[in-house]
């Protein structure tokens, strides 16, 4: 079984800043790439910020020079640094990663169970 643990959310006022952190977990022979998604309220779940083994990275144009995505293949762990917020990026941020939990099996989708982030005076 995998597992992606989140951690880092909360309440921030706006101008402010998070770190939201992510580890797998469990039966994992090779990790392709790790993100973030975030769904708001009545809002489909969007891509914020995704990173690849390699460390090419890829970020939605919202944003852009304020998030930044690294990882540590090592543990296994995925960051997201989010300054500059704003109350538009409230949401419910979910980690993501792209993996096979054996060599003969496909690249599937693992989903964390979400963290909340608010944006607020």
């Known amino acids: 079984q995998v597992q992606l643990v989140e951690s880092g959310g909360g309440l921030v006022q706006p101008g402010g800043s998070l770190r939201l952190s992510c580890a797998a977990s469990?039966?994992?022979?090779?990790?392709?790439?790790m993100g973030w998604y975030r769904q708001a309220p009545g809002q489909e779940r969007e891509l914020v910020a995704a990173?690849?083994?390699?460390?090419?990275?890829n970020y939605a144009d919202s944003v852009k020079g304020r998030f930044t995505i690294s990882r540590d293949n090592a543990k296994n762990t995925v960051y997201l640094q989010m300054n500059s917020l704003k109350p538009e990026d409230t949401a419910v941020y979910y980690c993501?990663?792209?993996?096979?939990?054996?060599?003969?099996?496909?690249?599937?989708?693992?989903w964390g169970q979400g963290t909340q982030v608010t944006v607020s005076s």
């Open positions: 993501n990663a792209k993996l096979r939990v054996l060599a003969s099996t496909p690249i599937r989708d693992y």
């Open positions: 469990g039966s994992i022979f090779s990790i392709y790439a």
């Open positions: 990173i690849t083994t390699g460390g090419p990275t």
